[in-house]
């Protein structure tokens, strides 16, 4: 007799032991527990700096609304040691705001703290302006020259508003870096035809033209950059006319008696002139039916 | 002596001394009677028949019959012996006149018929011989040239009492009537009325009149030309001329420049007479330039002339008299002032007007896209010429204190026609596509920096017409006032505008600025958010309009808005031509007045943060 045999696969049956279970609780416990910790000063942090953030903010609006307060002042006729700081302050919610203002220009050189695009007018006092901030043709610059001075590869033009007797003129000038651009050849209304600079830079620029004002009196230039973005100042033989002022105020916040949170903000503001465009026979987007 | 063949004479001649004549008509060998039979007696007329012999010498020889005693059949010479010769000769007719033979048989003799009376002679004949009118057998008269007559009319003496008078070659001519005369003493007369009522227009000319004549004895005076008459048909006149481009030395042109050789000459040009009741008549210009047409004599007719393109100006060539006409149109008188008068040339010198065109006096021009200015070639010329066109779009202006032009600057592209160049005397040109251009700085933000120092009067919720607005309706604004004024809407500009002195006025609306047509001169500054437009009608020549100050359309910088130039100056001395339909000039005083007024001003503004 053959004996069958009959090999059956053997299974275990195994239980978790209460060890391993308590292992694993453990762990997840202490993993939620570092991520809640992790998360709580991620919170704390988050909001420090959003009350930071914050009081930044209230800084930088507290030192804007003193800019904007003292320019309001100065265009009024006043001085800005007349503003009350400390109710600017409590108004802003600030513990302080500082104002300092200063006039600007009265010295022999003089440059635009920004940047003029193609096309855009910058205009230099060649009078005075008197104590309220108006014209004042009687006094100025009374020199034979200036130098303009710009940067990059910009073209300039100048236009010289004058005074003759009783009637007012203008002279123009045009100064170009770029050869190629002065006498490019390519055809019928090719070519701008300006003037290459005349000097080799000033204030702090690589480019100058002199613009000639004598014979008449100076009321002031219109200066136009052409072709690219361009800072722009002038050089006198004397000391300019005041350009205009500037004023800087600071908003500051303490917290906690210790850190201070401070913003400072500077402005510059020009004497008053004609609105830009005007400085034109025709600006427009185009001329039609001629 | 009755000479058949035209003989004048017979002489009897010895040695060359005449003997005497023979007067009698008599056959050769007849014997002559004389009472004293066959005998020839000197001092005794005799008779002796030439007919048949030839011109040239002839012998005669009167040789003595003694035979018989002296009775007939015998010949004696009473006193010799010696042979006579007889020279027989002939003096051809002449072509003495024909009237008329000169001028214009239209206007001398104005009528469908004219008379004429043509004379010959002939010196040889003293009085004709029986069934003959005249020793001129036969007469004719040539109108024009043998080779193309225009009439031939011929007398011919048939004898035995009859004639011919024949007409040959007329066109559209008739004879009424014809008739001959024959006076003593050697003229033939023969006189024919001709009927030109139905003469061709094409058969005008100037033509020779000839005589011909031929006597009996065959000799002839030939064609004698004895006169020339115009000849037309009293009812039309040629017109024909040329029509020449003056534009290159437009406006200073005289008749001598209505020659190929300075102007050439326009083809295409179509020429048209308007001569009322008379009828109206159109030519064109051929490829020379030529024209050719018949106008109806003493008519008046009003000519036009068109050409396609920009040709629509004429010359000015006063005084020209009647060769040529200075306008574009006008009126002729068909009467020629001087012979032929039959034809008279009208010349035309046409210039280009151009389209109209705008001009800059002093001030910079912006566009943002381009500027397309069709200067003239005729204010080139002008301006070469000595002339006060300037074909530039921006110059200088010395009278007005400015010694530079302004920087007419564009984003694309700056035309100007056929002027010399863009500025005067500078050339200053800029092309950037990166111009600055302001946005939202129109009406809305001009309000408000004017809402605390511009009264509420001055400021206006609705279009508004110049006239209206108060500072403003007497067009002038005076020393030392600044007028601003806002309106929320259109202005039209219904008056002209003055600012004087120290002056100023700023007007800014938020529409358009619409200046009419009849407003020649507006001074200020204005800012529009719309568009600038000069007003004018398309069918009609404008005034040249001048505006001075500032003018800045599509101020609000959407894109909407510019300066629309409806005005054309037309043709003529005062037309596109010669002046810019709009001429802007530039106002400094304006700017420093507004500058000191000081209620639209703004300054320019830098924020920065900086370190604490």
């Known amino acids: 007799m053959i004996a069958k045999l009959i ?21 997840v416990m202490a993993t939620a527990l570092t991520l809640g910790l992790s998360m709580s000063e991620r919170v704390l942090t988050d909001l420090r700096i959003s009350e930071q953030n914050q009081e930044s903010t209230r800084a930088f609006s507290a030192a804007e609304a003193g800019v904007e307060e003292a320019l309001r002042v100065i265009r009024e006729g006043g001085v800005t040691s007349d503003i009350d700081i400390s109710d600017l302050a409590d108004d802003l919610g600030v513990d302080e705001v500082t104002i300092d203002s200063t006039t600007i220009g009265g010295t022999d050189q003089f440059s635009f703290s920004q940047s003029f695009q ?13 104590a309220n901030g108006d014209f004042d043709e009687a006094s100025g610059y009374d020199d034979a020259s200036v130098d303009l001075c710009w940067e990059n590869e910009a073209a300039l033009e100048a236009v010289y508003f004058y005074r003759s007797g009783g009637s007012y003129g203008v002279r123009r000038f045009t100064f170009d870096p770029v050869a190629d651009r002065r006498d490019f050849s390519g055809g019928a209304g090719t070519g701008n035809h300006f003037s290459p600079p005349t000097g080799a830079g000033c204030a702090g620029m690589n480019l100058s033209g002199t613009v000639d004002l004598s014979a008449e009196t100076p009321l002031f230039l219109v200066v136009k950059p ?30 906690n008696t210790q850190e201070k949170i401070s913003r400072k903000v500077k402005a510059f503001r020009s004497w008053p002139m004609p609105l830009p465009m005007l400085f034109h026979s025709v600006f427009t987007t185009g001329i039609s039916g001629s | 002596l009755a000479a058949s063949t035209g003989v004048n004479s017979i002489l009897v001649q010895e040695g060359g001394t005449t003997l005497f004549t023979l007067s009698q008509n008599e056959n050769r060998n007849d014997v002559l009677s004389s009472g004293y039979c066959n005998v020839l007696r000197s001092g005794f007329n005799h008779s002796l028949s030439t007919a048949g012999w030839s011109l040239g010498s002839h012998t005669i020889y009167f040789i003595a019959d003694n035979a018989v005693g002296g009775c007939p059949g015998d010949w004696e010479v009473e006193n010799s012996n010696t042979p006579i010769v007889i020279t027989i000769t002939n003096n051809p007719p002449v072509n003495v006149s024909l009237t008329p033979n000169s001028g214009d048989i239209c206007r001398d003799h104005y009528g469908p018929e004219v008379d004429f009376t043509a004379v010959y002679r002939d010196t040889d004949l003293q009085s004709a011989v029986p069934g003959r009118d005249h020793d001129v057998r036969i007469g004719q008269v040539r109108f024009g040239e043998a080779s193309d007559p225009l009439a031939l009319i011929t007398y011919t003496d048939n004898e035995s009492g009859s004639n011919t008078i024949s007409f040959a070659y007329g066109n559209n001519i008739s004879m009424e009537s014809s008739s001959v005369s024959a006076v003593d003493g050697g003229n033939l007369s023969l006189s024919f009325t001709l009927d030109f009522s139905a003469f061709s227009i094409e058969d005008y000319g100037n033509y020779n009149l000839y005589l011909r004549s031929t006597d009996w004895a065959g000799a002839t005076d030939g064609w ?50 308007d001569c ?29 002339l068109t050409y396609p393109g920009y040709f629509n100006d004429l010359a000015d060539l006063t ?19 001087s012979e032929p008068f039959y034809q008279a040339a009208i010349d035309f010198g046409m210039s280009g007007a151009g389209s109209p065109w705008i001009q800059v006096f002093g001030g910079d021009v912006v566009a943002y896209s381009s500027i397309n200015n069709p200067i003239p070639v005729t204010c ?7 002339g006060s066109c300037l074909p530039f779009i921006a110059s200088s202006e010395p009278s007005s204190g400015f010694f530079e032009e302004g920087v007419v600057s564009a984003g694309s592209a700056i035309s100007y026609g056929d002027g010399l160049a863009v500025g005067n005397p500078n050339d200053w040109q800029v092309l950037s596509d990166n111009l600055w251009r302001p946005v939202g700085r129109g009406y809305n933000y001009i309000l408000s920096l004017a809402s605390t120092d511009v009264a509420p009067g001055d400021i206006f919720s609705s279009g508004q017409d110049l006239a209206d607005i108060n500072g403003l309706d007497d067009g002038i604004v005076a020393g030392g006032e600044t007028e601003i004024k806002l309106i929320n809407g259109n202005l039209i500009i219904d008056r002209d505008l003055e600012i004087q002195p120290d002056g100023a006025a700023l007007i800014v609306v938020s529409g358009d600025i619409i200046i009419n047509r009849d407003v020649v001169r507006v001074e200020g500054v204005f800012i529009a958010d719309g568009s600038i437009q000069a007003a004018g009608d398309p069918n009609l020549s404008e005034l040249q309009l001048v505006m001075e100050g500032t003018y800045i359309a599509d101020a609000d910088g959407n894109g909407a808005g510019s300066i629309i130039n409806n005005r054309d100056l037309g043709p003529g001395a005062t037309g596109n031509s010669l002046n810019p339909a709009i001429i802007f000039r530039f106002r400094p005083d304006l700017l420093v007045s507004i500058l000191k007024d000081g209620r639209i001003t703004e300054s320019l503004t830098d924020w920065q943060e900086v370190r604490p």
């Open chain 1, 226 to 255: 052409f072709y690219q973005e361009t800072r722009i100042g002038v050089l006198g033989l004397s000391p300019l006319p005041v350009q205009g002022y500037e004023v800087t105020s600071a908003g500051s916040i303490t917290q």
């Open chain 2, 380 to 386: 080139t010329n002008d301006f070469d010429g000595g």
């Open chain 2, 224 to 273: 004698d030309l004895m006169g020339d008459l115009d000849i037309w048909n009293c009812d039309q006149v040629l017109i024909d001329g040329t029509v020449y481009d003056l534009t290159l030395i437009f406006p200073y042109t005289t008749c001598a420049d209505l020659d190929p050789a300075v102007a050439p000459p326009m083809a295409s040009v179509t020429v048209d007479f």
């Open chain 1, 118 to 130: 193609s096309g855009e007018i910058a205009l230099i006092w060649l009078r005075n302006h008197d």
């Open chain 2, 276 to 304: 009322g009741a008379d009828g109206a008549f159109t030519e064109t210009t051929d490829s020379s330039g030529s024209y050719s047409t018949t106008l109806p004599y003493e008519s008046n007719c009003q000519y036009a």
């Open chain 2, 319 to 337: 005084g020209c008299g009647g060769s040529c006409e200075e306008g574009l149109t006008g009126l002729v008188q068909v009467e020629p002032s």
């Open chain 1, 7 to 27: 090999i059956k696969p053997k299974v275990f049956h195994r239980s978790p032991s209460s060890g391993q279970v308590a292992l694993i609780i453990l762990t």
